[in-house]
C-alpha cells in the first residue's frame, strides 16, 4: 500500500499538467518516456494536451505521463491494445514487433536531414507507413520529429575502430544491432529510462542519441564528450489503439485530427532548433563536443552502411529508393 502511495504521489508531482477529467469526457491518457522542458516530444505532449484540454472542454480530456512515469516503450504498445492509455509516441525503432516496415529509419546514413526524414514521411509512400499496423491493432496518426542522432562514450569516439569492443546501448532494433555489430562493438539492447544508470556504473561504455536526449536525460554528464556523427535519426509515431480510434465519436475524431495536425505542424518546425540549443546547452556545461572531418565522417559511412544489405529484403528496396530520393 505505501508503494502505492508513493508511487501515485510520484505521478501527481511530476503531473501537474494533469487535467481534472468530468463526467462524459473522453480521457486521452498519453504515455512517453523523454522529459518536457527543452524536449521535441515533451514540448509537443504537452501542447497538444494544452490544446485538447482547452478546445475540446467537455468533449475530451488529455493527460499526460511523461518521462517513463507510468510505462516504458516496450510496455506502451501493450498497454494501448489493453485500453490503459490511449496514446503514446514511441521511437520509430520501438515497432519490430509490429511491423518491419520501419526498419527504413534505423538504418544509418539514409537520411541527410531531418528535412530529408520530414518530406519521406509526407510522401505517399510515407504516409501509407503510418496505417501499416493497423491489422494488429495501432493505428498510427502523425510522425513527430526528434532529430539525428550523435555517438558518445566514456573514450572519444573519431575512428570506428575507436568502437570497438565497447558496449553501446541501444533501443529494441536488430537494424541498430548490426549497425553497432558492423563496427566490431557489443550492442545491448535497454529501456530509454535504465540508460542514465548503466552508462554512470559502466554496464554499458557508450550509446547514440540526439542533442536533446543526451542533454535531458544527461548522458553527457556520464560519458567522454559526444561525436557529431549525424549518423542516424530518432523519430516518433503518434499512436493510438485501431478499436479506440474507431469508436470515437466522429465530431471528438475530427477535432482531435484537426488538433494534432497542427501541432505536429509547428513542433516539427521547430525540433531541429531545439535540438541545437540542447546541443548548446551540453557545450555550455563543459563536455566535448567533437566534430570529424570529411574523411573521418566517411569512414564511418564505409564500416556501418553494408548493414542495408541485410535489411533490404524486410524493407523493400523500393522503399529504400524511395527514402533516398528526398535527400536533395
Ligand atoms: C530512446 O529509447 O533512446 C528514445 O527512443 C527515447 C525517446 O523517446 O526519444
Known amino acids: 500500500l505505501a508503494a502505492t502511495a508513493a508511487a501515485a504521489a510520484l505521478v501527481l508531482a511530476a503531473g501537474a499538467a494533469h487535467a481534472d477529467c468530468q463526467d462524459g469526457e473522453t480521457v486521452i491518457k498519453f504515455s512517453h518516456v523523454t522529459n518536457t522542458d527543452k524536449h521535441p516530444k515533451g514540448i509537443a505532449?504537452?501542447?497538444?494536451?494544452?490544446?485538447?484540454?482547452?478546445?475540446m472542454d467537455g468533449k475530451a480530456c488529455m493527460q499526460v505521463f511523461p518521462s517513463s512515469q507510468l510505462y516504458n516503450d516496450d510496455?506502451?504498445?501493450e498497454a494501448l491494445l489493453a485500453g490503459d492509455v490511449q496514446l503514446a509516441a514511441p521511437s520509430l525503432s520501438k515497432f519490430e514487433k509490429f511491423t518491419k516496415k520501419f526498419r527504413i529509419f534505423d538504418l544509418p546514413f539514409v537520411f541527410t536531414d531531418?528535412?530529408?526524414?520530414d518530406r519521406f514521411q509526407n510522401s505517399p509512400d510515407g504516409q501509407k507507413l503510418k496505417t501499416s499496423m493497423e491489422r494488429r491493432g495501432l493505428t498510427?496518426?502523425?510522425?513527430?520529429?526528434?532529430?539525428?542522432?550523435?555517438?558518445?562514450?566514456n573514450k572519444p569516439l573519431i575512428h570506428p575502430s575507436d568502437a570497438?569492443?565497447?558496449?553501446?546501448?541501444?533501443?529494441?532494433?536488430?537494424?541498430l544491432q548490426a549497425q553497432f555489430e558492423a563496427i566490431g562493438a557489443n550492442p545491448q539492447k535497454m529501456a530509454f529510462s535504465e540508460v542514465y544508470g548503466a552508462l554512470q556504473t559502466g554496464v554499458v561504455d557508450g550509446q547514440e542519441n540526439?542533442?536533446?536526449?543526451?542533454?535531458g536525460q544527461k548522458f553527457f554528464e556520464v560519458q567522454d564528450g559526444v561525436t557529431e556523427t549525424n549518423h542516424g535519426i530518432i523519430d516518433y509515431l503518434v499512436v493510438t489503439s485501431t478499436d479506440w480510434w474507431n469508436g470515437l465519436d466522429a465530431d471528438v475524431r475530427d477535432q482531435f485530427s484537426t488538433i494534432l495536425a497542427e501541432v505536429t505542424q509547428t513542433r516539427n518546425a521547430e525540433s531541429t532548433s531545439v535540438n541545437e540549443h540542447n546541443k548548446q546547452l551540453i557545450i555550455a556545461a563543459g563536455s566535448p563536443v567533437r566534430t570529424l572531418s570529411a574523411e573521418q565522417r566517411q569512414a564511418w559511412v564505409d564500416a556501418m552502411?553494408?548493414?542495408?544489405?541485410?535489411?533490404?529484403?524486410?524493407?523493400?528496396?523500393?522503399?529504400?529508393?524511395a527514402a533516398v530520393s528526398y535527400n536533395v
Open 45 to 55: 505532449a504537452s501542447l497538444l494536451a494544452e490544446r485538447v484540454n482547452k478546445e
Open 75 to 77: 510496455q506502451v504498445l
Open 114 to 117: 531531418v528535412d530529408a526524414v
Open 140 to 153: 498510427g496518426l502523425a510522425f513527430w520529429h526528434n532529430g539525428m542522432k550523435q555517438m558518445s562514450a
Open 164 to 175: 570497438e569492443g565497447l558496449k553501446f546501448r541501444i533501443q529494441q532494433s536488430d537494424v
Open 210 to 215: 540526439t542533442w536533446s536526449n543526451i542533454y
Open 305 to 321: 552502411k553494408p548493414v542495408w544489405d541485410r535489411f533490404k529484403d524486410d524493407i523493400g528496396q523500393d522503399l529504400i529508393d
